[in-house]
Nanobody, 123 residues
Framework: QVQLVESGGGSVEAGGALRLSCAAS????????MSWFRQPPGKEREFAAF????????YYGDSVKGRFTISRDNAKNMVYLQMTNLNPDDTAVYYC????????????????WGTGTQVTVSS
């Protein structure tokens, strides 16, 4: 059974930082590309960050570029999202997702999803 379990969300003031974690099980983690998506209240889910299988390449959505950093530890089956300089527009449920197909910012291209972790940023 495939499981992606996010953790690390919470409430933070603007300008603060959080580190999200996603633990994967039931898949050959090193064979999967990993991404973080987020869904702000009342809005559609949007791409935040992507990392390739080795961890050597990453891509970011325009709204998080320069503030968020995605990383992975294939030995631990973990993917992380370090978020800095948070602002209220970053308030969302954050999801990790796994794909075997390569880089994509489309939700439909990801086979496995976690259930999300809430991040709330107050002004």
């Amino acid at each position: 059974q495939v499981q992606l379990v996010e953790s690390g969300g919470g409430s933070v003031e603007a300008g603060g930082a959080l580190r999200l974690s996603c633990a994967a099980s039931g898949i050959t983690f090193g064979n999967h590309y990993m991404s973080w998506f987020r869904q702000p209240p009342g809005k559609e889910r949007e791409f935040a960050a992507f990392i390739n299988r080795s961890g050597g390449s990453s891509y970011y959505g325009d709204s998080v570029k320069g503030r968020f950093t995605i990383s992975r530890d294939n030995a631990k089956n973990m993917v992380y999202l370090q978020m800095t300089n948070l602002n209220p527009d970053d308030t969302a449920v954050y999801y990790c997702a796994a794909s075997e197909s390569g880089f994509s910012y489309h939700t439909g291209d990801y086979k496995y999803w976690g259930t999300g972790t809430q991040v709330t940023v107050s002004s």
